[in-house]
């Protein structure tokens, strides 16, 4: 490392937790001559990059920041560079610095030190709330930040997979999840749909993400967990109110998806230019009955194969008498296969809300999944 990274770390480290940037502006004006920097964060409707310091919103499509974000690769325009902030395939935002270095290496640096920073801030989330506060265009519903704060982040990649999820309407959103973790050569994911409106569905899908995520870290079986989970909201609630769930556990190194249906989401397979819709058995939903038996099925992917689970919100968004549709979510799904996760996600919803003229009415959740097969090393 070099001695001028080794300087940007310090200083990273030793910042306020809500001075990160500032304090990153000060070191890299030193070290490398930037007289301008700031950071970018993408909204929670992925729709708009919000300077933290200083400047405009940037909305445009084409813009050099969306750029950025969406390739996640340098852009530069003039005498301004931009290079993406992620940690871990989770897409921060954009960091923007002027001038532009005339060195490729130096430039190679700056990138490392948006890497450092989507680190730093990952870690910083803890401690304070300027940057969850700044990544927002309106105030969220109560709801809505229970929701947010119960995701284990908005996009993630591995060696062998790459995984985004997204939540609409975005800053109203109560009842509809999503979970993942990644252990042993395994990708653990669960989409969710809480019965209800509201606080209640909200306090609902809480609770079953908590008792599957406590299943899981029992190392219960796939079956056991949704039983588990069945049990917990059954026991709160009687009956009176349930989960629809879709769990999946995808080995990364030979691509078998043990599934368990609970539900209403809905699973689709991109396959060589081809959507199909992946069969499973219809069980009960989470806390319907009192003793719910589940059932795994399993089903194999090929490298290269997208998954796009989407919730009853996405197919049958509406406008006057019309409803999106499955032919139109297929066609989309295929014109978007090129894209990466976010990307796709971020498209499709861009896609819904011009469909219904506006913020969705009901919720919505999609979820891609990329898996190029090959090493989990």
Known sequence: MSDRLTAVRRALRD?????????????????????????????????????LLDGPPVTRAGDPAW??????GEV????TGFVPVT?????????????VPDSEGTRAELAEVASMLAHELQAAAAGTDRYAVAARTRR??????MQWELLPGRSRTGPSFSLAGQLEPSYAVHGDSFDWAEQDGRLYLNVL?????????TLLTSLAT??????????????????LADQAVFAQHRGDLHVETLLLELDLRTGVVQAVDAGSPRMMVLRDGDVLDEPLEAQFPLGMFETSEYRPQTFTLRPGDRLLIVSDGVFDAAKENSRYGESALHRFVRRTGSLAPLQAIRSLLGDLRAFVGGDMDDDAVAVCLDWTGGTTN
């Open 15 to 51: 910042a306020p937790a809500d001075r990160l940037v500032e304090c990153l502006a000060e070191t890299v004006a030193k070290e490398y001559a930037v007289t301008d920097l700031d950071l970018l964060l993408v909204d929670y409707r992925l729709a708009t990059l919000l300077p």
């Open 67 to 72: 750029r950025t974000f969406d390739h996640q």
């Open 76 to 79: 530069v325009a003039g005498h």
């Open 87 to 99: 940690a871990r395939g989770e897409r921060i935002g954009v960091l923007r610095f002027t001038p």
């Open 140 to 145: 969220l519903t109560l709801a809505a930040e």
């Open 193 to 201: 749909n809480g019965h209800g409106d509201g606080m209640n569905a």
């Open 210 to 227: 908590y008792a599957l995520r406590n299943a899981r870290r029992a190392g219960l079986a796939l079956a056991d967990q949704a039983a």
